[in-house]
């Protein structure tokens, strides 16, 4: 794209009244971003960041993707179609706090079993279920075997 001349005073006049960003004002008329920035920064104040977001994602929306249906922020960026940084905006925006980034779900029953004893557990939310519950054992010491009732349930039997 050529380049169009602009005096100072009409690069200024653009970036306040029009409210444009440097970036917009070098894509319109042809300049780089720091030589848009190096003319105005004798002339006007340089706005700091992005404007303000007005809009977050609804509190209803956010509840029932992050909480009910246990959607990470991943899957919901994927499923509204929109980024990371407006999704956790709107999270703080309407009061829903983030989970820890590395969830491993804990199993205190397993320290509670005596050798013989089995405890039905919710099936773990891993690529490889059964793997991380003999790692638990195995930190507490003990040996346990599973047994895979349901997609949901899986039994846990001490035998050491």
Do not use: C
Request: glycine residues 4%.
């Amino acid at each position: 794209m050529r380049r169009v001349k602009l005096s100072n005073s009409e690069l200024a006049r653009i970036y306040e009244t029009d409210e444009l960003s440097l970036t917009e004002i070098a894509k319109r008329f042809g300049y780089s971003v720091e030589g848009v920035l190096k003319r105005l920064r004798p002339h006007v104040a340089i706005r700091k960041g992005r404007p303000p977001r007005t809009n977050p994602i609804p509190k209803d929306v956010l509840f029932r993707l992050f909480i009910e249906e246990d959607l990470n922020i991943r899957q919901i960026e994927r499923r509204l179609g929109v980024s990371r940084d407006r999704i956790e905006w709107s999270m703080k925006e309407v009061g829903i706090e983030p989970r820890a980034k590395y969830r491993r779900p804990h199993y205190p029953e397993l320290a509670t079993l005596a050798v013989g004893e089995s405890a039905e557990l919710p099936m773990p939310k891993t690529k490889r279920p059964p793997f991380n519950i003999y790692r638990m054992a195995q930190r507490l010491g003990i040996t346990v075997k599973s047994e895979k009732l349901s997609e949901k349930i899986i039994r846990v039997t001490r035998v050491a």
